[in-house]
């Protein structure tokens, strides 16, 4: 006998098919605020996270450019003025956070968000400015990770059948494994912009699935979205964002579907080149390596000969990242 759908119309069945991932969520969110109170110090870059978050138009805490600082005194008062959204500045100040970030090496939607947090309790500096968002979209994230693993397992038993609760529970443990490795908990942990950009991550993974089993223009224009959001979270976004795209366009063309391909590929284009008029810094900041050779992200990319040096490094950080 065939097993019978389950009816979704009611709460109790909704809640008891929900109460997986719920579960996974609520462990996600304890563990999270524990390492949150023990968290104590902060890594240099985390300070400037707030730094050129919320000093007025000035990136560079001292004499406001980008020389480096010698034999000048700093005191208490610089250093709050720097780091606080003070009484004496205007408060969701995006536009000194904008100007800020040219004369950095970063785009700027994770200051703007720090700064608006750091609005909220002008004259605090505390690391639950950055811990709460930051915890918000890890969390965000670990759910996400969960709605792709049930995407990646459409066209399996009907809904309601043995076989689908098993898959939920799969997805519900993949998200937990996630939610609570090295490597999740780190991007929450570090007030940077890595948690962000993990969550735009599995977030362009998810509509991209979506799109290969359904192409539609509404999935188009949230991929374009989440290429812009990402794009303006952290430039090495844009690497992963290539590969994964030609990866869907590809596939697109291979079943002649030109029309959503068509339409996939304008899109695409679309969100990084909103990006790029938004945020027109980041040409220079991508091509010009401010912080030295190093730093320029197309010189590593042409550097053929260290890839596999680098790669070992990747996937030796997965490792201890990954409970695997």
């Known amino acids: 006998m065939t097993a019978q759908p389950a009816d979704l119309s009611l709460p109790g069945e909704r809640l008891r098919r929900a109460l997986p991932i719920l579960l996974v969520l609520v462990c996600v969110l304890l563990v999270s605020v524990h390492f949150g109170l023990w968290k104590s110090g902060m890594f240099i870059d985390e300070i400037y996270s707030y730094g050129l978050s919320n000093s007025h138009y000035m990136p560079f805490i001292g004499n406001g450019s980008h020389d480096r600082i010698e034999e000048q005194i700093i005191t208490r008062g610089d250093f709050e003025d720097y780091l606080m959204v003070t009484d004496a500045e205007p408060r969701f100040d995006a536009g000194s956070v904008y100007y800020n970030q040219e004369q950095d090496v970063h785009p700027p939607l994770f200051y703007w968000i720090l700064n608006f947090f750091s609005s909220l309790t002008p004259g605090v500096f505390s690391k639950w ?34 076989a689908d609760e098993g898959e939920r529970l799969i997805a519900a443990a993949t998200a937990m494994l996630y939610g609570l490795s090295h490597m999740g908990l780190s991007t929450c942990m570090m007030i940077r912009m890595y948690a962000l950009m993990a969550m735009f991550t599995v977030l362009l993974a998810l509509l991209a699935a979506k799109e290969l089993r359904a192409p539609s223009l509404r999935l188009e224009l949230g991929i374009a979205a989440v290429l812009f959001g990402g794009m303006m979270t952290q430039y090495y976004f ?15 063309l291979i079943r002649w579907a030109w029309k959503p391909a068509l339409r996939f590929a304008l899109l695409a284009f679309a969100g990084v080149g909103l990006m790029l008029l938004c945020y027109p810094a980041a040409l220079m900041q991508i091509t010009a390596g401010r912080l030295g050779p190093q730093s320029d992200a197309l010189e590593n990319l042409r550097n053929l000969s260290a890839w596999a040096g680098r790669l070992r490094y990747y996937f030796g950080q997965l490792r201890v990242g990954l409970p695997v």
Do not use: Q
Not at 132 to 153: D, G, Q, W
Not at 240 to 245: M, P
């Open 238 to 252: 844009v690497f992963y964002a290539f590969f994964l795209c030609a990866a869907v366009l590809l596939t697109l």
């Open 129 to 162: 400015t950055g811990l709460v968002p930051n915890i918000a979209l890890h969390l965000l994230t670990v759910y996400l990770v969960y709605a792709l693993m049930l995407e990646l397992s459409a066209g399996g038993p009907p809904a309601g059948t043995s």
